[in-house]
């Protein structure tokens, strides 16, 4: 056995392991380290220093005892919780009955404390997804679950923790009991439902990527240890397909998409993109790669969206760039708003061009041995060539999708009517930063509506009526799903999607 003395900044700790075991892997478990990809030594975000000298974790294995010091703690930033939500009818439910709408995000959680009687939103609190260190995305944690024997246990555990401590503290916040709760409703992609449940998730990671089911899952929160009552029903919206999952059946739930009037694409972007089309009563679907650059992870400066994170950039007429970050704090980084409009930005100066490609320029210095442009020397904040190669890989994804959905429809782009962004990624960003990236056609700059956590909000309508929860199950059985990869030509028209 090794010892590992940490000093936390503002707690120190001893941690014991086998040698010969990766010190990211210990850091991981005793929830002290998160990496986007896991541990597989892809996105450098690992770094510690380790007897004095500065190494990424995973690729530090334990031979003897060693003192390590961890990076400043990120903030966790402002989560996004609020949503659309259609007008409904609520069932009858007698007074002093509550329930909970929680939002299982790949990164974030949110849980909403609601009076079954009247409606009224009680509470709600959010905390970073606990599973984060075991990867980014779903892809990563799918992996882990499968080569690691115990991890799928852990994975269960570590989300219904989560769970568990937000209910605890919207019971202390409002004063209810958990004898209280006699519903739990679950907004969230299908990977996150089977973790949450302990189902095997390991055939949505290999082809054809088929989940273990998609339909509602009903168990009760004794079964699943929440707190609650404990034969209170736990209820989660059903999912289309591996990837687009209930959380996207709430969204289009919550916005009615089926209902407006006119055509409409739904979109909700994370370490993936979900995409819904609808026209004319029909609903097409997809579900798209976008990484995590787009969250800030795998950019050489990127953060979450959190105080000091920049979260938008502006070129002046001097040439100069200007930035704004997220709480006027000291900039520490750059989330994925800020990355989009400084790209939006540069391109529209012409310093990125159409190929993606940094041109030289007055803006543009060697940064690390790479073409880079300075957002913040002082605070060493720049974008490089390859941050914009990520960014591409990720617009690529998205557009593709949408490109498909668009010929599946049979509509011209011209003639969309509106885009309804959902999600944490809306929060800081402008409509103009999603078109002059590229991500959108320009012709749909006027056209965007940010709609927030639809999960959420979809959730909570699931929660009070027994007609919106029959009607999610519909909507998800009417979804026409059109799996990306099988197309003919689709990896042709993924590389001209590259192209600004």
């Known amino acids: 056995m090794v010892k590992i003395f940490v000093d936390g900044g503002e707690r120190e700790y001893v941690l014991e392991a086998e040698e010969g075991e990766s ?27 380790a007897d004095g000298e500065p190494v990424l974790s995973c690729e530090y294995i334990l031979r003897q005892d060693v003192q390590v010091e961890l990076p400043a703690k990120a903030e966790t930033g402002d989560i996004v919780a609020e949503g659309f939500s259609r007008e409904f009818s609520l069932d009858p439910e007698p007074e002093g009955v509550c329930g909970l709408a929680v939002d299982i995000g790949t990164t974030t959680v949110v849980a909403a404390l609601v009076d079954l009687h009247t409606g009224e939103e009680l509470g709600v ?7 984060k260190i075991f990867g980014q995305d779903v ?150 790669a976008a990484g995590p650059a787009l969250e800030g992870m795998n950019i050489s400066c990127g953060m979450r969206a959190a105080e000091g994170a920049v979260e938008d950039v502006k070129a002046e007429a001097d040439g100069s760039l200007t930035y704004q970050t997220i709480g006027g704090k000291p900039a520490a980084g750059m989330c ?15 310093v990125i061009g159409k190929s993606g490609r940094i041109k030289l320029g007055p803006l543009v210095k060697e940064i ?4 880079g442009v300075e957002i913040d020397g002082t605070a060493g904040i720049a974008l490089t060539q390859q941050d914009v190669r990520q960014i591409q890989l990720a617009k690529g994804a998205i557009l593709s999708g949408i490109k498909t959905l668009l010929a599946a429809a049979q509509i011209r782009e011209e003639d969309l009517d509106r885009v309804l962004v959902a999600g944490q990624f809306g929060a800081h960003l402008k409509p103009e930063s999603l078109t002059g990236s590229g991500i959108l056609p320009e012709c749909w700059t006027d056209r965007i509506e940010y709609v927030g956590n639809t999960s959420k909000s979809g959730a909570r309508m699931c929660l009070l009526s027994s007609e919106e929860r029959g009607n999610a199950e519909r909507l998800a059985g009417q979804m026409k799903y059109i799996e990306l990869s099988e197309l003919e030509g689709y990896s042709d028209l993924f590389v001209q999607c590259l192209n600004f």
């Open 125 to 131: 609190l959010s905390c970073l997804n606990s599973q």
């Open 23 to 49: 010190l990211y892997r210990v850091l991981a478990d005793n929830g002290l380290m998160e990496g986007p990809c896991g541990g597989k030594g892809i996105c450098g975000k690992c770094g510690v220093i």
């Open 336 to 350: 994925g708003s800020g990355i989009l409009a400084a790209v939006a930005e540069l391109r529209r100066i012409g």
């Open 139 to 288: 892809i990563s944690r799918i992996h882990y679950a499968s080569e690691h024997g115990k991890a799928q246990a852990m994975m269960q555990e570590r989300i219904g923790s989560d769970i568990r401590t937000l209910t605890e503290g919207l019971l202390q916040k409002t004063g209810r009991q958990a004898e209280d709760i006699r519903r739990i409703v679950i907004g969230a992609n299908t990977t996150m439902v089977h973790l949450f449940a302990g189902i095997d998730a390991s055939s949505m990671g290999r082809s054809p990527y088929t989940p273990a089911f998609t339909g509602p899952l009903r168990k009760t929160a004794s079964e699943l240890s929440l707190i609650a009552a404990p034969e209170a029903e736990v209820y989660c919206i059903p999912a289309v397909s591996a990837f687009v999952g209930g959380d996207i059946t709430a969204g289009v739930l919550a916005c009615g998409l089926k209902e407006r009037s006119g055509s409409l694409l739904f979109l909700d972007i994370g370490t993936n993109g979900e995409l819904v089309l609808k026209k004319d009563g029909e609903l097409f679907c997809c579900s798209c």
């Open 368 to 371: 690390d041995e790479k073409r």
